[in-house]
């Protein structure tokens, strides 16, 4: 992918998160919503660069982490499974934003407390990124730290 100063960015934080994050109380007009903008510039990228520009894969994995954050994680896990497909397929296994893509789909299968999915995931991208990036990289660094997380929840 290339450097441009408006390019959305994939992720990779530690998955503070050992349970999911306090529901917005009942009525609440921010419970359970996904930012439009999200849903609105993937359909934009797909539209005018492809389902397989990196700027879409890139609002993809945006708008999976949307719904992951709002708790709807029924919606956001296959987002994170076809994103990281599509990374796979398109920038390769060992991408930098193939790494995130699989960082994040495996925290969000953490955050359905399903460490039997999450944590080989977490092992597999965090032996990739050692390889790749190097063991002090922040992404290695943050996969460590999820992977962790994960083990100890």
Do not use: W
């Not at 992918?1 to 529901?23: K, N, W």
């Not at 934009?44 to 389902?51: A, M, P, Q, T, Y």
């Not at 992951?68 to 994170?80: D, W």
Request: aromatic residues 2%; charged residues 20%.
């Amino acid at each position: 992918m290339q450097p441009h100063h408006s390019r959305v960015r994939l992720r990779a934080q530690p998955d503070r998160h050992q349970e999911p994050p306090p529901q917005l109380p009942l009525g609440h007009p921010g419970r359970g919503r996904v930012p439009g903008h999200h849903k609105a510039t993937l359909a934009d990228c797909e539209r005018v660069l492809g389902s397989d520009h990196p700027y879409t894969l890139a609002s993809r994995n945006n708008l999976s982490l949307a719904y992951q954050e709002a708790g709807h994680l029924e919606q956001a896990i296959p987002l994170h499974e076809a994103a990281l497909t599509t990374c796979e397929r398109v920038l390769g296994p060992d991408h930098p934003d193939t790494l995130l893509s699989r960082n994040n789909l495996a925290s969000a299968y953490h955050r359905t407390g399903d460490p039997q999915r999450a944590i080989p995931l977490f092992e597999a991208v965090l032996t990739s990124c050692e390889r790749v990036l190097g063991p002090d990289h922040p992404t290695t660094k943050a996969v460590a730290a999820n992977l962790l997380s994960a083990r100890v929840t």
